[in-house]
């Protein structure tokens, strides 16, 4: 059974920073590309970054470049995103989303291409 868990969302300042992390099981997870995904309040899903299968491919969201920096501890098994310069309108439910094919490329920004992700966790960016 495919899981995966969200961790390490909480309320920030602006200019602040948070490290979200992704602990799965249930499948090989040095196998597939993973993404996280945001939803802002009031808003639909939103693509925010991706990682290869090895760690090696990243891209990102244009409004996260140089900001955020997604990662990936294949012996952990565990998914990471760090959130530096945090802004206001990144405010949202964070989630991490495993690509439903293997491979060592980026994978595709369409969320209907992803077979499982996770609960969430909450960011809010606030003074």
């Known amino acids: 059974q495919v899981q995966l868990v969200e961790s390490g969302g909480g309320l920030v300042q602006p200019g602040g920073s948070l490290r979200l992390s992704c602990e799965t099981s249930?499948?090989?997870?040095?196998?597939?590309?993973m993404s996280w995904v945001r939803r802002a309040p009031g808003k639909g899903h939103e693509w925010v970054s991706s990682i290869n299968s090895a760690g090696a491919r990243t891209d990102y969201i244009a409004s996260a470049k140089g900001r955020f920096t997604i990662s990936r501890d294949n012996a952990k098994n565990t998914l990471y995103l760090q959130m530096n310069n945090l802004k206001p309108e990144d405010t949202g439910v964070y989630y991490c989303?495993?690509?439903?094919?293997?491979?060592?490329?980026?994978?595709?920004?369409?969320?209907?291409?992803?077979?499982?992700w996770g609960k969430g966790t909450q960011v809010t960016v606030s003074s």
């Open positions: 989303y495993k690509y439903a094919r293997t491979g060592g490329y980026l994978p595709s920004k369409q969320l209907i291409e992803y077979d499982s």
């Open positions: 249930g499948f090989t997870f040095s196998d597939y590309p």
